[in-house]
């Protein structure tokens, strides 16, 4: 039977990173395919330009995230990105990036995953082309490569159809996970196993027997 795990997820979202771990431990089952749908968090209006009151907003939620999870924030990110007013939250170019990884035959995960790092601990700038093509890189994608598959995807038609997945299985936000076993859809409460993922990783290994049995 054909067994997808189904992740709705924005790249800057703080509560997708805390679901990291989670998401390296689904990766290790056997026989189970992650796919991403992006549906862009901040994006056309929703965009947010960073700067001290952000950063204020944001903290209380970060700390909440590395108590639950372990998952670090570094001071560069606090103290430097956060409150460079120069600049503005933008989901577009990450989830652009993530899809051209793909198309280019790495893995969109995996650059998800370096990007939250990148943003949340190394607080460095992703919404570079010159990051993003850096991080590419790490998967032996080369900036041509990298620029060429970009321009073969549709960013914009990925975000609509995560938004109508969302619509159908009646969530809302982000992170959400739903296991797709054939015709059968389940959604998966993340917040019970955030900073257990090897809870996580069994509770997935049950559901999957469960209906494979």
């Known amino acids: 039977m054909n067994t997808q795990l189904h992740y709705i997820n924005d790249p800057l979202c703080g509560w997708c990173y805390a679901a990291a771990p989670l998401l390296s431990a689904a990766r290790e089952i056997p026989g189970l395919t992650i796919q991403l749908h992006s549906g862009g968090l901040w994006v056309n209006e929703h965009r947010k330009p960073l700067g001290k009151a952000l950063r204020d907003y944001v903290k209380p939620h970060d700390e909440r995230i590395h108590q639950l999870t372990g998952q670090p924030f570094g001071e560069r990110y606090f103290n430097e990105l956060l409150v460079d007013s120069g ?4 989901s577009e170019p990450l989830i652009h990036a993530m899809l051209a990884v793909e198309k280019a035959g790495g893995s969109a995960l995996t650059l998800l995953q370096r990007i939250q790092q990148t943003h949340y601990r190394d607080g460095i700038w992703t919404g570079s082309i010159a990051v993003l093509a850096e991080l590419a890189a790490e998967q032996n994608i080369s900036a041509e ?25 009646g969530v809302s936000g ?20 955030l900073g257990k993922p090897d809870a996580f990783k069994q509770h997935l290994n049950q559901l999957i027997y469960s209906q494979t049995a």
Not at 87 to 90: A, E, I, T, Y
Not at 146 to 159: G, L, P, T
């Open 145 to 169: 490569q990298f620029i060429r598959a970009k321009e073969q995807v549709d960013v914009v038609a990925h975000m609509l159809a995560t938004q109508k997945l969302m619509a159908r299985l």
């Open 174 to 193: 982000y992170p959400n996970l739903a296991l797709q076993q054939g015709d059968q859809w389940q959604l998966i409460p993340l917040n019970t196993f």
């Open 87 to 90: 600049r503005v939250l933008d």
